[in-house]
C-alpha cells in the first residue's frame, strides 16, 4: 500500500475502489469520454450508498474495512 501516501487525504478513505475507477475512467476516454464520465459517477454512487448503508447498521465495522 504505498501508492496510498501519494493519494490526497480525501481518496485514501475509499482507498483501492477509488484508485481502479479512475484507471478504468482512463481507458474509457480512448473510447467514449461521456460513457466513461457516466460510469465513474455511478460508481461512485454505488461507493456512497454501500458506505452508508454499511454506516448505518454498525459504524464499527466500516471503520476496520476503510
Known amino acids: 500500500m504505498r501508492f496510498a501516501t ?3 487525504k480525501g481518496l485514501r478513505r475509499l ?3 477509488t ?3 479512475e484507471r478504468e475512467s482512463r481507458n474509457f ?3 467514449g469520454t461521456e460513457s466513461g ?3 465513474v459517477r455511478n460508481q461512485h454512487r454505488s ?3 454501500w458506505r452508508r448503508r454499511s454506516s448505518g ?3 464499527a465495522s466500516t471503520r476496520g474495512v476503510t
Request: proline share 10%; glycine share 4%; aromatic share 10%.
Open 37 to 39: 464520465r457516466r460510469w
Open 57 to 59: 447498521q454498525k459504524p
Open 29 to 31: 476516454d480512448t473510447q
Open 47 to 49: 461507493i456512497e450508498d
Open 19 to 21: 484508485y481502479a475507477c
Open 15 to 17: 482507498g483501492r475502489v
Open 6 to 8: 501519494r493519494m490526497p
